[in-house]
């Protein structure tokens, strides 16, 4: 067993830890103030082959394995949740779920440009009356010719205003529960299909989110992702990359927490001495530690049974429920070694607390996880 990062795995770190600090953490105060993104970075980003990271260089990525995929997600999670999460959706969502189910034309149209930074893509499988239950999907596809046209509405959907290219399920078979779902391809722009921007979220403020509209929207049959009746092994492959990525951004801004909060409890006078010195202080920042490094090593068992190309559904559950819930924790006992300067917008540390509420919501909540993972354990299938 080997826990040391290679050489080339180093060097993303070094180079993306680098970008972050420089570009991405001085301003991501702003970019939530504004609830704005910054579209120019992005692509910055994208040219320097820190978006499409693990996808091949044929389709214009980087070619990296899933470990480096996690390093990057991790020092954007320091810098700016937003950033983390357009990369979660951008690759692991969208790109990775084109690559593994698409047709060798939608892979050529779609991946080069999101893997480098180019267009923004998005997954729309959440409606206003399912969620956890996705395959209580009400849209539906109904064949008419060569074409399907696709009705209903997807809720809370990231990059709904901003993307070129949708993924969406929908109803081909409404009696078939999850084996009657399949996956589309929607292009922005097509008639019928309009999103409608979300405001003033508790977090992710610099990140696009909303609502999509389905009204008849026409596609042709060479829309279709994956074949028709497997939507639900579609959806649930993009999950698997993408809880990936959220946990690794989880690490990346407990990390991040805990570094302010070193710093701080360093320099701040209470009782005579430095706070770091009370020994209820080292609690908090001990947990912290650990609870990291945990976190950290879940992920990267879960990179390395990807790069194995082995099953890993449990484990990267594992790291999404334990991460998801784990920097929630440390972000709160970070702001605790901060006291009352924490509450202002002074340190990012609230800022951080808003944005990490999400990941014990989204990719599944943190009791779908546990489902998944007991029932793994149990040997009862999960979802189907
Ligand atoms: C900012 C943001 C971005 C998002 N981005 C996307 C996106 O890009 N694409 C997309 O498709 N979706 C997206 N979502 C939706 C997200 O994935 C869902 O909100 C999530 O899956 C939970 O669904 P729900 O909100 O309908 O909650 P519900 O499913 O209604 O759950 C409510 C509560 O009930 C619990 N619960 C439900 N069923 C069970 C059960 N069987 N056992 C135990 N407890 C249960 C849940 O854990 C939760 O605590 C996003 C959400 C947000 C807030």
Known sequence: MNFDLNEEQLAVQKMVREFVAKEITPNAKQWDLDESFPMDLWKKMGDLGIVGTAIPEEFDGSGMDFISHAIVAEELGYGCS????????????????????GTQEQKEKYVPRIANGEIFGCYGLTEPDSGSDAAGMKSTAEKD????????????????????????????????GARGITGFL????????????????????????????????????EAMLGPEGKGFAVAMSALDNARFTVSAGCIGTAQAALDIAKTYAKERMQFGKPIAAHQLVQQLIANAVVDIETGRLLVYRAGYLKNKGVPNTRETCMAKYFCGEMVN???????????????????????????????????GTSQIQQLIIGNSELGIPAFE
């Open 82 to 101: 937003s950033m983390r999460g357009s990369y979660s959706v951008n690759i692991s969502l969208v790109a990775k779920t084109i690559l593994k189910w």
């Open 145 to 176: 010719g060569d074409d399907y046209i696709i009705s209903g509405n997807k809720m809370w959907i990231t990059h709904a205003d901003v993307s070129e290219v949708s993924i969406v399920f929908a109803k081909t078979d409404k009696n078939k």
């Open 186 to 221: 929607v292009e922005k722009g097509t008639p019928g299909f309009t999103p409608q921007p979300i405001h003033e979220k508790i977090g992710l403020r610099a990140q696009d989110t909303g609502e999509l509209i389905m009204d008849g929207v026409r596609v042709p049959k």
């Open 329 to 363: 924790r440390v972000v709160y006992n970070m702001m605790q070694v901060l006291g009352g300067y924490s509450f202002s917008g002074e340190y990012p540390l609230e800022r951080m607390y808003r944005d990490s509420r999400i990941n014990t919501l989204y990719e």
